[in-house]
C-alpha cells in the first residue's frame, strides 16, 4: 500500500528507452503517483509548459537535447518544482554539471526502486514548488545558489548564520516572523529561546545591509518579530 504522503502527486518521467520508461511508470502508478512520459527533451519542455507537475525525474541520455539542457530550459522557463537526474553516468564531473544545471538530486543507474522512492519523498517534503534561485526583496538580491547578496548592485559579505537568517526573512518577505519561527528555522534544536542571540543577528544584518542606505528594509516588530520590507519605506521600531 502507498504511503498517504505519495498520493494524489503529478511525475513528468523523461525517459527515451521506452522499455526502461513503462516498467518505472507503471512502478509509480503502484504507488499511487499519476506519470506522465516524455521520450525526449522536446516533448518534456511541451509537457511541463501546458501541465503542472509535483516533481520531474530526468534522465541525462536523451536523443536531440540532453538531459542537462533539458534541465537548464526548464528552469529558464521558470519551472520551481524538484528535478532528480537518473543516468547511467556517475562520474563526479557529470554529478556536478547535473546539479549546476538545475536539479535538485542525482541517482546513477541502476539503482534500486526502493532508494529512488525514498529520494522522490524526500524532495517531496520541501513543498509542492521549490523556492526560486533570486530572491528580490526591492534593491536586494540574494542568489541562492551561490549565497551571494547584493543591494544596489552592491556586493553585501555575510557570514554562514547572517546568510541564513537572511535568506528565510528574504524568503518570507513583508510577513512578520517571530522569534520562535527563526529560532526554529535558522538554528537548530540546541538553540536556546532565552538567548539574546538572535538580535545580535539581526542587529548585524542590519548594519550590512541596511546601513549605508536611505530606505531601511529590516524592520523590528516589537513583541511581534522581525519582518523583511519590499513595499514602502518604513522605519524602525
Known amino acids: 500500500m502507498a504511503n498517504h504522503e505519495e498520493k494524489s502527486l503529478r511525475i513528468l518521467l523523461i525517459e527515451d528507452q521506452a522499455e526502461a520508461a513503462q516498467i518505472l511508470a507503471k512502478g509509480l ?25 509535483d516533481l520531474v525525474l530526468l534522465d541525462v541520455l536523451l536523443p536531440g ?15 520551481i518544482v524538484p528535478i532528480l537526474m537518473v543516468t547511467a553516468r556517475d562520474a563526479v ?10 536539479a535538485d538530486d542525482y541517482l546513477t543507474k541502476p539503482f534500486d526502486f526502493h532508494e529512488l522512492l525514498a529520494r522522490m519523498r524526500a524532495l517531496l517534503r520541501r513543498g509542492p514548488v521549490l523556492q526560486p534561485e533570486t530572491l528580490r526583496v526591492a534593491d536586494l538580491v540574494v542568489d541562492t545558489r551561490s549565497h551571494r547578496v547584493c543591494r544596489s548592485d552592491r556586493p553585501i559579505e ?12 528574504a524568503r518570507h518577505a513583508d510577513r512578520v516572523i517571530g522569534r520562535a519561527e527563526i529560532g526554529e528555522h535558522v538554528w537548530d534544536e540546541a538553540f536556546d529561546p532565552f538567548s539574546n542571540l538572535i538580535e545580535v543577528y539581526v542587529q548585524r544584518l542590519r548594519r550590512k545591509i541596511d546601513e549605508s542606505y536611505d530606505r531601511k528594509l529590516l524592520r523590528t516588530l516589537r513583541g511581534e518579530g522581525y519582518m523583511l520590507c519590499s513595499g514602502k519605506p518604513h522605519s524602525n521600531d
Open 65 to 79: 537535447k540532453n538531459g542537462f539542457d533539458v534541465c537548464k530550459s526548464m528552469r529558464a522557463g521558470g519551472l
Open 158 to 169: 555575510l557570514t554562514a548564520k547572517e546568510y541564513a537568517l537572511l535568506d528565510y526573512l
Open 93 to 102: 564531473y557529470d554529478r556536478i554539471e547535473g546539479l549546476d544545471a538545475g
Open 29 to 53: 502508478r503502484e504507488q499511487s503517483y499519476a506519470v506522465d512520459v516524455a521520450a525526449d527533451g522536446d516533448a518534456a519542455l511541451y509537457e511541463t509548459s501546458i501541465n503542472d507537475y
